[in-house]
């Protein structure tokens, strides 16, 4: 935590630090210009143009499967038919996330996997009808098909049309050399005939064919919109699923807190007031052989061991400050604050508007966030001052400490403010941190609010 301040730009400094050839230039076309020739345009078109084969593929599979394996449901071979339909629309999916992360860059975490209770083809067979993915995957395979119809039309109607009127100009006079007629028939009847042939003619077609090139790849856009909402909403893991999967790493990162937490509390009261306590033992045991000896040696062993008994209390008071401090507990956040700020080396100046105290465990842990930024701000801010507010906003308590030190501080770097992120990211918290090179700095919590 040494270098927090300043450390997330100490890699701008380094010789080897180079801007990407896009970041140092500006495009000289703009986006609208520059999107028909983009490679992002021809990948959402091999998307769009690839989708109706395999949405044939996958609504032919999966319609047969699932009407064979209803039909024979009536007898025990239905089960292991409807379950291989269900298992080859999770293969489907999986080469569904594949092309979507390749062409679309859509990268889309496979869903939960699947857990047979017990072994054999039986448990398999249950696991894969009772698992909500495989019947997603299955929905998928069904609508990927009438979707990719309308998508694969209106994608070669526009493309093919867009640049064939853009380009009309140079191949027009393919009508008269192999056609007979001068040229597109625009209109005509057993009387008259329109055909584009003349410049001013020739003009306005390109422009339009300009137009629709240019938009084509927005409509591009909008058709693989709804592509990537399909393989996140029905190929991914569930709202339940990925919520479980947070939870269990959040849970993972409270245990390894609080190892730490355990770790430094016995490492300060092996290194400190325990160290202090048994020489202090030592130091009354040999007043104790000098008491009738040496009164007056014995009182000054006495006398120093008193002193020694005071820092060990102080060390005691700091380090059950850190974990829980009384006043906390007694008198709230705007006592708990306040007395954190009368120990930073910076004047402090501490707002509290709670109407009410949230949840102990809340109340801990906005405490300890406060207590880790206002030691930043002593030890690396180089602040003349600093504030610390704390409301509540609807569901959210918040908190904002801001500084006006040297700055530079990033979550990224990987300094304290990160393990900080994650202690509130554990509780559904957030932290965000604006610190511009040369300050102020600026650091704002979330945590959900729970009454006491």
């Known amino acids: ?203 306005v077609t390109a422009a339009t064919g300009l137009l629709i090139t240019l938009a084509t790849p927005w409509i591009l856009r909008a058709l693989t919109t709804v592509d990537r909402l399909m393989v996140h909403g029905l190929l991914g893991p569930s709202r339940l699923a990925s919520r479980v999967v947070e939870l269990e790493s959040d849970r993972g990162v409270v245990v390894d807190t609080a190892a730490a937490d355990l770790r430094r509390i016995e490492r300060d009261l092996h290194d400190g007031a325990q160290a202090r306590l048994v020489a202090l033992a030592m130091d009354l045991g040999l007043a104790k052989e000098k008491l009738t000896e040496d009164p007056e040696a014995a009182a000054r062993m006495v006398d120093e061991a008193h002193g020694e008994v005071k820092v060990a209390l102080q060390e005691l008071r700091d380090l059950a400050r850190g974990i829980h401090p009384a006043v906390l507990t007694d008198r709230g956040l705007n006592a708990a604050l306040s007395s954190l700020a009368a120990r930073c080396t910076v004047p402090v100046q501490v707002e509290v508007d709670l109407a009410s105290r949230p949840a102990p465990a809340i109340e801990g842990i906005a405490y300890f966030t406060v207590s880790e930024l206002l030691q930043n701000i002593s030890k690396h801010s180089r602040a003349s001052r600093a504030s610390v507010d704390v409301w509540r906003s609807e569901d959210r308590l918040m908190l904002q400490v801001t500084d006006d030190g040297s700055g530079g501080a990033d979550v990224s770097a990987g300094s304290g403010l990160a393990g900080l992120a994650e202690r509130l990211d554990a509780v559904d918290g957030i932290l965000v941190v604006d610190s511009p090179q040369g300050g102020p700095t600026t650091v704002t919590a979330e945590l959900p609010w729970r009454q006491a």
């Open 1 to 203: 935590m040494a270098t927090e301040y300043g450390q997330g730009y100490a890699h701008m400094d380094r010789p080897d630090f180079r801007a990407t050839d896009v970041d140092r230039r500006r495009h000289r076309l703009p986006a609208g210009l520059r999107a028909p020739i983009e490679a992002r345009t021809w990948k959402e078109l091999g998307y769009t143009l690839l989708s109706l084969p395999i949405g044939i593929v996958s609504f032919v599979f999966a319609v047969t499967m699932l009407s064979l394996g209803a039909g024979l449901l009536i007898t025990f071979i239905g089960v292991p038919v409807l379950a291989g339909a269900l298992a080859g629309c999770r293969g489907i999916g999986a080469l569904e996330r594949t092309r979507a992360r390749g062409l679309l860059g859509l990268d889309v975490a496979p869903p939960e996997p699947l857990r047979p209770k017990g072994g054999g083809a039986f448990a398999l067979i249950g696991a894969v009808l009772k698992s909500g993915a495989s019947w997603r995957h299955l929905l998928y395979s069904v609508l990927l098909m009438p979707w990719a119809i309308f998508s694969f039309v209106v994608a070669v109607v526009f493309w093919t049309y867009g640049w064939l009127m853009l380009t009309y100009p140079l191949w027009f006079w393919l009508f008269p050399l192999y056609g007979g007629q001068s040229g597109i028939q625009l209109y005509g009847d057993d009387h008259h005939r329109i055909y584009l042939d003349n410049p001013f003619e020739l003009g």
